[in-house]
């Protein structure tokens, strides 16, 4: 059974960091290309960032660009986002994702197998 459990939300001021991490179980994580996704009120769910498998490869939303970072310990299952600079526009709640069985990252939530519940971000002005 796979478990995703994030974790590191909060509120935070604008410009102010939080790093969110997001621990799996049940799965062989080290060949599993993570991703991050975000879901602000009223809107739909979007792409913020993804690793692959290795964690070489990185991808992000160009909104998120030089403040968020992407990363991964396949020895510890965990999948960490660093999100510096932070913006009123990044209150959101931030779900974690996993490509079960693919090594390459995705931009695409349809290509993702099990997600978390979620971490609620909230950054103020």
């Known amino acids: 059974q796979v478990q995703v459990v994030e974790s590191g939300g909060g509120l935070v001021q604008a410009g102010g960091s939080l790093r969110l991490s997001c621990a799996a179980s049940?799965?062989?994580?080290?060949?599993?290309?993570m991703g991050w996704f975000r879901q602000a009120p009223g809107k739909e769910r979007e792409f913020v960032a993804a690793?692959?498998?290795?964690?070489?490869?990185?991808n992000y939303a160009d909104s998120v660009k030089g403040r968020f970072t992407i990363s991964r310990d396949n020895a510890k299952n965990t999948v960490y986002m660093q999100m510096n600079s932070l913006k009123p526009e990044d209150t959101a709640v931030y779900y974690c994702?996993?490509?079960?069985?693919?090594?390459?990252?995705?931009?695409?939530?349809?290509?993702?197998?099990?997600w978390g519940q979620g971490t609620q971000v909230t950054v103020s002005s």
């Open positions: 994702a996993g490509r079960r069985g693919y090594r390459s990252q995705s931009t695409q939530m349809d290509e993702y197998h099990y």
């Open positions: 049940g799965v062989t994580f080290s060949t599993n290309a």
């Open positions: 690793i692959s498998a290795s964690g070489l490869y990185t």
